[in-house]
T-cell receptor, first 113, second 118 residues
Framework: AQTVTQSQPEMSVQEAETVTLSCTYD???????LFWYKQPPSRQMILVIR??????QNATENRFSVNFQKAAKSFSLKISDSQLGDAAMYFC??????????FGSGTKLNVKP | DTGVSQNPRHKITKRGQNVTFRCDPI?????LYWYRQTLGQGPEFLTY????????KSRLLSDRFSAERPKGSFSTLEIQRTEQGDSAMYLC????????????????FGSGTQLSVL
């Protein structure tokens, strides 16, 4: 079974600064997708960004970008120009060949004004 | 598109009672997933449907749990003889599998049903 590891239970960043959240995963597959989801206090899971493993180019979505290192099985999320609304739990997720999603334990991001 | 809808939002029950949750996926989505999330953890896979067929059940899903998706539309998750350990957020998600050659599936989540077993 695939495993997803987020080693940072909690992170803090100053408003307007940049923060990077780490994620590693374990798989024997070569073609897969990786995701970052945001879960605010409302508990609604919101898709932030996704990366296709067969693409070498790192995905970007406005202030959110990833650093995908396939050989190292690493998938970090960089948030630039952090805003107060970015404060939430962030979950890294892996989707396997059977389209099941596996989630990490999450990183709580605090944004300081 | 109203998104994935789950009812109720909150459920408080006494140990030993049965509870049922409902999930209405996005209308054109053929896949429907159930996840369970406890405080401080990521969602854990429970089961999923493709249309009306239940394709997989996690070992986390004991015999007290049953899920259905009649007619491939909404789904229900029933927990019989609830235990305190069943207290968690139950999340439903749906997706549309259109392209068999590429796994470009996005998962859309509902707001969850928070179950508290006293």
């Amino acid at each position: 079974a695939q495993t997803v590891t987020q080693s940072q239970p909690e992170m803090s960043v100053q408003e307007a600064e940049t923060v990077t959240l780490s994620c590693t995963y374990d798989t024997s597959e070569s073609d897969y997708y990786l995701f970052w989801y945001k879960q605010p206090p409302s508990r609604q899971m919101i898709l932030v960004i996704r990366q296709e493993a067969y693409k070498q180019q790192n995905a970007t979505e406005n202030r959110f970008s990833v650093n995908f290192q396939k050989a190292a099985k690493s998938f970090s999320l960089k948030i630039s120009d952090s805003q107060l609304g970015d404060a939430a739990m962030y979950f890294c997720a892996y989707r396997d060949e059977f389209n099941k999603f596996y989630f990490g334990s999450g990183t709580k991001l605090n944004v300081k004004p | 598109d109203t998104g994935v809808s789950q009812n109720p939002r909150h459920k408080i029950t006494k140990r030993g009672q049965n509870v049922t949750f409902r999930c209405d996926p996005i209308s054109e989505h053929n896949r429907l997933y159930w996840y369970r999330q406890t405080l401080g953890q990521g969602p854990e896979f429970l089961t999923y449907f493709q249309n009306e067929a239940q394709l997989e059940k996690s070992r986390l899903l004991s015999d007290r749990f049953s899920a259905e998706r009649p007619k491939g539309s909404f789904s229900t998750l029933e927990i019989q003889r609830t235990e305190q350990g069943d207290s968690a957020m139950y999340l439903c998600a749906s997706s549309a599998t259109r392209d068999r050659g590429r796994k470009n599936e996005k998962l859309f989540f509902g707001s969850g049903t928070q179950l508290s077993v006293l």
